[in-house]
């Protein structure tokens, strides 16, 4: 387990971040990839704009971009059709093997 | 640094039977030596492996129940253009003077844990390709105006081309119609959009150019190699361009001192029907029409220039053993072998091999 899966587990969307480049590092990572200073961890901006969408059975399923920078595929848990570009914000997270994302529609 | 060529080549049948890796490394090599005139264990200098299995050291494997001893021996992984890079491999050693004759074998079994990457954490719980799949599918329909049909034509005609060879794991023809009406498994993406793992193995043998001679009279050069890998993650990627294609094909036509007008046959990765209309764009073929237009045309004039043998979507996609296949294909185009699926006057092609939705990718050009 990574710091990043062990913070997901608990809930938490916790991302590095390059203090030295000033910079999210994605997919999560314990050295910048720039620079290769060791990263620190920072909770994530829950807050993003879907990129792209398509649905598979009765949901709906996203790349989402945060506002930290950093682009993700996640759920959305509303059954309404996304728009591109709409505002969206990370509701629930966790890690089971593999990570989960629900978001919401704003 | 010297020239290299394909002199010899073997296949398994593809099927969704789940056989032992070492027993498919093994049928395709037998085959090539079956029919590989002079060649014998002691004139192989390498054997590599092309693999997503977890089975170990399988290029010893394969060497001690072939009789082979090899100085060079080692495996190759890099997801689903593990194949292509093999040969670039085996390219290397024999263009640097390393090696004269490299056998390079390629097999994946129908589960192989090579269809998802697990480090990919931004993939989140969509972690299967039909995920990265769709949502390429759906950024091309809406950039381009893609029709669901447009992308149908693309199965219909591979497989179509698949009925023709007879390693492919379908030989089922299918309308239009059947493909846009086929199980749908996401809104973007019909059952019959998608290439499908299998268990298969493919070989081929690569030899200096002062050795080829002793092995064949038509041997079909590598003459220009371009690779690029961006990430490994999908969510850096663009939606509408495949990236990493674009650069390695231009390093390629700029090896081979050609470009994609004077390419006769080719052999593309469409890992989903989008992949190859993107492909043939990013690639060159289509030049000033649509992606979607250029594929009509080749299906409704019976043109089999794009992916003869069935491409991934007929012809099945056994990770380690797909680049290696698209090459042996190649190979037959450019040897006037190919018998139905054979391209008239082919004198140069093709090979596009990707990885993890085009994170990664790599193209040969090939010469007879």
């Known amino acids: 387990m990574t710091k990043f899966d062990d913070e997901l587990t608990n809930g938490r969307f916790t991302i590095s971040y390059c203090d030295k480049c000033d910079a999210s590092v994605w997919p999560p990572s314990t050295h910048c990839n720039k620079c290769h200073e060791i990263t620190s961890w920072k909770q994530g901006n829950k807050h993003g704009q879907i990129i792209e969408y398509s649905k598979k059975e009765n949901y709906y399923f996203c790349l989402i971009q945060t506002n930290d920078g950093i682009r993700i595929l996640g759920r959305i848990t509303n059954s309404i059709e996304p728009k591109i570009g709409q505002n969206v914000q990370l509701e629930w997270c966790g890690f089971d093997k593999i990570p989960t994302f629900l978001f919401k529609l704003l | ?368």
Not at chain 2, 19 to 40: A, C, G, M, W, Y
Not at chain 2, 57 to 78: F, N, Q
Request: aromatic share 6%.
């Open chain 2, 1 to 368: 640094m010297r020239k290299v060529a394909v002199v010899g080549f073997g296949s398994s049948n593809f099927t969704k039977e789940e056989i032992p890796v070492e027993t498919l490394l093994l049928e395709s090599t037998k085959q090539i030596f079956d029919t590989t005139r002079n060649l014998s264990q002691d004139l192989i200098d390498g054997v590599i492996v092309s693999t997503n299995d977890n089975s170990k050291y399988l290029s010893a494997i394969l060497s001690e129940l072939t009789g082979i001893k090899p100085k060079i021996a080692h495996t190759v992984e890099h997801l689903c253009s593990s194949g292509s890079n093999a040969v670039i491999s085996a390219y290397s050693y024999i263009a640097s003077g390393l090696a004269d004759v490299i056998l390079v074998s390629g097999a994946d079994k129908i589960n192989n844990p090579g269809q998802v990457l697990e480090w990919d954490k931004t993939r989140g719980e969509f972690n299967h390709p039909i995920f990265w799949g769709s949502m390429l599918t759906k950024s091309h329909k809406r950039k381009f105006n893609t029709s669901n049909e447009e992308l149908a034509i693309v199965s219909a005609k591979n497989h179509k081309h698949a009925i023709d060879n007879p390693n492919a794991y379908s030989h089922k023809p299918h309308t239009i119609s059947e493909i846009m009406n086929s199980k749908s498994i996401t809104d973007d993406l019909r059952i019959l959009d998608c290439s499908y793992p299998c268990s298969g193995s493919t070989s081929v043998l690569l030899a200096s150019e002062n050795t080829v001679s002793k092995f064949s009279d038509q041997p079909v050069w590598i003459s220009g190699i371009g690779q690029k890998t961006n990430s490994a993650s999908f969510a850096k990627n663009e939606l509408t361009e495949l990236t990493t294609s674009v650069i390695a094909s231009r390093d390629a036509y700029k090896m081979a001192k050609t470009s994609a007008s004077h390419i006769d046959v080719a052999e593309i990765h469409d890992a989903f029907t989008v992949c190859e209309l993107m492909a043939v764009k990013d690639l060159g073929f289509s030049e000033n029409i649509s992606g979607a237009d250029y594929v009509r045309n080749l299906f409704n004039t019976e043109n089999r220039k794009i992916n003869p043998r069935g491409g991934l979507i007929g012809a099945g996609h056994p990770l380690g053993a797909t680049g290696i296949a698209q090459i042996m294909e190649i190979t037959m185009q450019l040897q006037n072998k190919a018998k139905k699926r054979q391209v008239d006057g082919a004198n140069k092609g093709l090979v596009h091999n990707m990885s993890a939705a085009a994170t990664s990718s790599t193209v040969l050009i090939l010469e007879s």
